[in-house]
């Protein structure tokens, strides 16, 4: 099916109440001033509080996203299963995301950076990534701790073979440090090459997320809507249904081209 086929297949569903799968990408929640965070990855508390409200109201269950795909590629009925997930394993976020989640009983997905622990975030102002003790504390809770390599590096500018070592050795870090096996992983800049879904392949995962927006279901590459500080309501029930990017391209189109507005 042709992408525009897809979205008008999406929206004639949603118009007849129909619900689909998705997962979020969350990166920082909590307060951070507007020159720390040019690119808005931070969600203030409150409003993470109510895309929550959103999501349970429209009777949404959450999974981690590991169950969610298990639950996709088993052939069952996932219209009414979604995921968060969290890049990057933000400290501020550990502190402020996860105790909101823990109180509702909802489950989550974290992809952690292991070259970058308990370092600053290398394109965030004031922004650490938690340490160590922090990861096994986490997954102590119920977190799923998933991988993010280990520069944070844009590995589809990377050699297969480097790119490879950065999955491999940040899969491994995991594993050592939570004592069970890392089978996730989150594609740095949400962005992926088929080379870099042959690495994570050979690297030994069985489900990897990019986060470009809606788009076909694959074990490695898994995909995600990217959330920010921007995401109002009615952004963040058109990206649940897999409709946020096609609305968003025709209202760019109407706006390069005044003449075809309706």
């Known amino acids: 099916m042709t992408p525009p086929h897809r979205w008008l297949a999406l929206a004639a569903g949603t118009l007849l109440g129909k619900r689909y799968p998705f997962v979020l990408c969350y990166h920082?929640?909590?307060?951070?001033?507007a020159s720390g965070d040019p690119l808005r990855l931070f969600v203030s508390g409150d409003l993470f509080r109510h895309h929550l409200d959103v999501i349970q109201?429209?009777?949404?269950?959450?999974?981690?996203?590991?169950?969610?795909?298990?639950?996709?590629r088993s052939?069952?009925?996932?219209?009414h299963s979604g995921s968060i997930t969290f890049d990057d394993g933000l400290t501020?976020?550990?502190?402020?995301?996860?105790?909101?989640?823990?109180?509702?009983g909802l489950p989550c997905s974290m992809f952690v950076s292991t070259g970058l622990l308990g370092k600053p975030h290398p394109d965030i102002e004031g922004a650490r990534i938690m340490s160590a003790p922090e990861v096994v504390e986490l997954a102590g809770v119920g977190v799923e701790i998933g991988a993010h390599s280990v520069d944070?590096?844009?590995?589809?500018?990377?050699?297969?073979?480097?790119?490879?070592?950065?999955?491999?050795?940040?899969?491994?870090v995991l594993e050592d440090l939570i004592g069970k096996p890392v089978t996730s992983m989150a594609y740095p800049y949400g962005r992926a090459s088929e080379q870099t879904i042959r690495a994570a392949r050979e690297a030994g995962y069985e489900l990897a997320c990019v986060c470009s927006g809606p788009g076909a279901w694959r074990s490695l590459s898994i995909p995600r809507e990217p959330i920010y500080s921007s995401v109002t309501t009615l952004r963040l029930r058109l990206k649940m249904a897999g409709l946020y990017g096609p609305v968003h391209t025709i209202r760019s189109m109407q706006s390069a081209n005044p003449s075809q507005r309706v």
């Open 57 to 72: 109201q429209q009777g949404y269950r959450l999974l981690a996203v590991s169950e969610l795909w298990q639950l996709i």
């Open 152 to 172: 944070h590096a844009h590995l589809d500018e990377l050699s297969y073979l480097d790119t490879l070592d950065q999955l491999r050795r940040s899969k491994a």
């Open 28 to 33: 920082g929640i909590g307060p951070i001033s």
């Open 92 to 104: 501020r976020t550990v502190q402020e995301a996860v105790p909101i989640l823990l109180e509702r």
């Open 75 to 79: 052939g069952c009925d996932a219209g």
